[in-house]
């Protein structure tokens, strides 16, 4: 059974950045793609990255386009989330995942098979 743990979080002012970390333990994730979500209060579940395991291929939701980069290193198990020119609409609680590799919709959670604990992301006016 894989575990994740994302680490990273805190407080900035908008405009600054963070990187989030998410690193797995008790398995290995190389050949899982690993996505990000995040959840704001009152909202549902958002589509934050996703990267496949050569990371040639890479997803972005279209509210962090530009903003934000996922990557990974599999030697390491970990996967990292760079937030960059951060907002405040970016608070949230921001969960990694871990999908088969080949599932094929990685904008949908409903797909992933692993999640860490979440980590909060503050962005202060």
């Known amino acids: 059974q894989v575990q994740l743990v994302e680490s990273g979080g805190g407080l900035v002012q908008a405009g600054g950045s963070l990187r989030l970390s998410c690193a797995a333990s008790?398995?290995?994730?190389?050949?899982?793609?690993m996505g990000w979500f995040r959840q704001a209060p009152g909202k549902e579940r958002e589509f934050v990255a996703a990267i496949r395991w050569r990371s040639a291929d890479t997803r972005y939701g279209d509210s962090v386009k530009g903003r934000f980069t996922i990557s990974r290193d599999n030697a390491k198990s970990t996967a990292y989330l760079q937030m960059n020119s951060l907002k405040p609409e970016d608070t949230a609680v921001y969960f990694c995942?871990?999908?088969?590799?080949?599932?094929?919709?990685?904008?949908?959670?409903?797909?992933?098979?692993?999640w860490g604990q979440g980590t909060q992301v503050t962005v202060s006016s």
């Open positions: 995942a871990a999908a088969p590799f080949y599932y094929s919709n990685l904008e949908e959670g409903s797909g992933f098979r692993y």
């Open positions: 008790r398995g290995t994730v190389s050949v899982y793609a």
